[in-house]
């Protein structure tokens, strides 16, 4: 337990104190600056115990539905285009998301989340967060500072090194595929506190030698990437990891109009330019390929008799229709490729709304009809006072593998505005 120079335990103090003891030196190392955002407390000073047998259960469940999407993924690159755009996979990034490494990268993304509503009797997997999950640096960093100052075990120790296994894992992929890789940059929009700092984060973690590029300073010219460097130098760029979400690179258009994210999609399509996470992490987050693996399992196809009894055990049912309306069945409707809970609606039995986004981001794209399952409620301190809301817990897949665990609470619907919860265990 932390104590402070006068040898009073953190506990002693009110919850503003302690929440500035804990977050004022992360801020002031410049790592983790976004305890507070759009005005709001978002990282909690308080801990949440987690049951080592929960833990080590989410851990599994993260590892087997990794081999399942995997699994899935790599026959969803060979189906025709159809397919394909069935999933959601935009026009300009068919040819990206068919590219395969085979043995070389044999999961379908490199830093990946499952989302999960889990307690003592279940484990139900929500969605795939595999093309550009955030929460990194709350998991691998914070947590263990937060469990430090309340004398509680991280659940997470040890995992940080798994993070630059897996960057070095990707480029010796590339290079083993024919890849360039002396030039590599991470990108992010630098504006964004968050995904700067989450970017940032990963480069001094990766270990590798890179340096960081404003996504608005990266340019398409010729055949080529390039990122513009001081004086207007314009520098090569062979390995670019990108905290952008691939189907926001598929509309990017420069001031011109010229369509600058179509041609960077074309550039890893012909193998010039080299992507972590890979296009394939894009063909796994889809919402819809939750329902194409439902779909497969409810058929008994496909998957071994063993996968089946996982896919039943975590996964809920999951359609392109709405299967649900009239069932007494309570359903939620989700964006294929929505986040943060934006355009997702949840109906009861009855067909009532229990509760809807204000968010309208995604709600032009298609939608999933999944059943609905309840996060479990709990207690919590903020600056505002004694709270409650709904746990859900995201356990990272980090090439292939399970690694470290995070918390958020919020309404039925996790949001922008739902708050990232420490962990400990009991």
Known sequence: MMRNDEGKTLTAYAYPERREAI???????????????????????????????????????????????AKTVAIVQQADTVLLEELGVPEAAVAAVRLSFGPLMPSPTVIGRFDFAADEDRIKMLEFNSDTPTGIVEAFHVNGAVCSVYGAEDPNAGCTHRLAESFRAAIAAYQDAGYETRHIYFSALDWHIEDAGTTRYLLRTSGLAADFAPLSDLRVKDDRLWVRLADDVLAPVDVLYRLHALEKLAEDRDE?????????????????????????????????????????????????????????????????????????????????????????TIFGAEGQTIERSEEEEYCDQPMVYQRYTELPQVRFETLKGAGSGRLLWGCFLIGGRASAVVARVGGHITNNGSYYLPVGFI
């Open 23 to 69: 977050y004022g030196p992360m801020r002031a190392e410049g790592i983790f600056t976004w305890d507070c955002m759009y005005d709001e407390e978002y990282a909690l000073a308080c801990i949440h115990r987690i049951d080592r047998g929960l833990h080590r259960r989410m851990q599994e469940a993260a590892e087997r539905l990794g081999g399942i999407f």
């Open 256 to 344: 011109d109009g010229y369509p600058t994210g179509e041609h960077t999609l074309r550039l890893i399509a012909e193998r010039k330019l080299a992507v972590i996470n890979p296009p394939s992490g894009f063909a796994a987050q889809t919402k819809a390929l939750q329902a194409l693996i439902w779909n497969l399992h409810e058929a008994q196809q496909f998957y071994t008799p063993e996968e089946h009894a996982w896919i039943e055990a975590y996964m809920l049912p999951t359609y392109l229709e709405n299967r649900f309306a009239g069932t007494g069945t309570p359903y939620v409707v989700k964006p294929i490729y929505g986040r943060e809970g934006s355009g997702v």
